[in-house]
């Protein structure tokens, strides 16, 4: 059997077939039967799914505390937003640049400090997290528009007569992106990559002496955690044609932070179910506006009684050091 072969079949082991398909269905013909205001809901449902997918090879991959991880989506918005205002580079050419400014800044900012664990990397990352907003907010070299940011982005366009301008447009874009980054992760899960970052979660320690690069793959971690996280800041400039300090917030992090663990530490499905509960949950208790964040505190505390390991966990086991072996033969990753 072919080493593709063999990981849709793991895939498909760990995931009923219908799920995947009936999902699909559902978010293809959703926009058609409801009102420009639930498809921009179901807009933001894509872009938090986003958010929790770059995340969650972070914290659910890795086993990494990252809770400045609205730093990153600040660098990719930004970075789109000034780019396309200066200069008029078009949205969609921004996208893979903005999710390399991105990940660029994550290797950066991450190679000092990656060597840290638990509690000191969660501070750290906090205050990375910080110090983004905070320079955003002082205007360094008048790019940034402190407090107000950066107005007039343009709309994406696949050619100038064909310009994502609507809510269904949009609703698209962010879901195609969002498949497009499922089957990337999915396939990067069932790799050598996938397989050592599962060891390293697991017990670093025997991960490196077992010879894995434990530095390098916590670092492409982060770079690809980054890198997704920017490629959703510049769908979400778009979308709002503005960007500003208060939209990368603390509290975003945290945000993203919840819906790794509601959903289910390193599932895919499981930050799907995440996000949408971050999402949905503050407009389905809008009338309860003042009560909202105390029902949602409750619910958080709940679940982590009842199933402290998410909604959907993922299914873990000795496998992965075992087929990691064997690819490498001597245990040399």
Known sequence: MSPQASTFSRIFKTTPWY?????????TTYPFFVSDYLIDI??????????GLSLNIV??????????HAGFYAIGAYVTAILNTRYQIPILALLPISGMAAALFAYAVCSPIIHLRGDYLCVVTIGMGEIVRLALINNPFDLTGGPNGVFGVDFPKLSPALVIDSSIEYYFLVWVVVGLSILGLISLQHSRIGRAWNCIREDGIAAGAAGINVRHYKLLAFVIGAGLAGVAGNIYASKLMCVSPESFTFWESCLMFCIVLIGGMGSIPGVIIGAAFISLFPEIFRPFAMYRMLVFGSVMIIMMMVRPGGFWPRKRGGVAWRSLMEDTGNGDA
């Open 19 to 27: 799920v995947p398909v009936v999902f699909t269905a559902m978010i």
């Open 59 to 68: 914290l659910g991959e890795v086993g990494l505390f990252d809770l400045g």
């Open 42 to 51: 179901a807009f933001f449902f894509g872009i938090y799914a986003l958010l």
